[in-house]
T-cell receptor
């Protein structure tokens, strides 16, 4: 099993550009999450999904959109990138929310100039 | 809502010394608690988890944590630090309201000196 994979691993964007981060899991998990990690801020939840076709806002959703058209994939979109979105983005998945172990991807490092 | 507090953003120990990383949570329902470790340039991975079976939980790499309901704490310990333990450690607990979405502490960076 590959576990949780993220594409791309690293990206540089100019302010105003758009991009989509792809997360895929092969563990048949219901829950999927997108986090951002910034120095001194820990992990902050951007959006999450409790099943195929569902999405919900987390702690810091502004400037991001998500879609979960297939159970195994969770996409994070930035419509108009801003320097404040420079961060490391992690995707995670789990069976039943926070009652079960979360499995994390390796991260995507995004730099917005 | 659940709140998870990790005291100390950085903890520095000498190799061979005791490691103690503190975690306190706000809600006692349900008592599921997790410690994750993040090595440099990697994603988080499970270190150990508490699921009501026993108050002392053993994890990987010699780490263990003790659940103390009266103190709403779940502190992480290791008797003897190794250089390879240098990493970021996160405590997490589910939010009991609704979907049990995990709530993370801000993390503690463990620094191990030779």
């Amino acid at each position: 099993n590959a576990g949780v994979t993220q594409t791309p691993k690293f990206r540089v964007l100019k302010t105003g550009q758009s991009m989509t981060l792809l997360c895929a899991q092969d563990m048949n998990h219901e829950y999927m999450y997108w986090y951002r990690q910034d120095p001194g801020m820990g992990l902050r939840l951007i959006h999450y999904s409790v099943g195929e076709g569902t999405t919900a806002k987390g702690e810091v959703p502004d400037g991001y959109n998500v879609s979960r058209l297939k159970k195994q994939n969770f996409l994070l979109g930035l419509e108009s990138a801003a320097p404040s979105q420079t961060s490391v983005y992690f995707c995670a998945s789990s069976y039943i929310g926070g009652l079960e172990t979360q499995y994390f991807g390796p991260g995507t490092r995004l730099l917005v100039l | 809502a659940q709140s998870v507090t990790q005291l100390g953003s950085h903890v520095s120990v000498s190799e061979g010394a005791l490691v103690l990383l503190r975690c306190n949570y706000s809600s006692s329902v349900p008592p599921y608690l997790f410690w994750y470790v993040q090595y440099p340039n990697q994603g988080l991975q499970l270190l150990l988890k508490y699921t009501s079976a026993a108050t002392l939980v053993k994890g990987i790499n010699g780490f263990e944590a003790e659940f103390k309901k009266s103190e709403t704490s779940f502190h992480l310990t290791k008797p003897s630090a190794h250089m390879s333990d240098a990493a970021e450690y996160f405590c997490a607990a589910p939010d009991p309201g609704g979907s049990y979405i995990p709530t993370f502490g801000r993390g503690t960076s463990l620094i191990v000196h030779p």
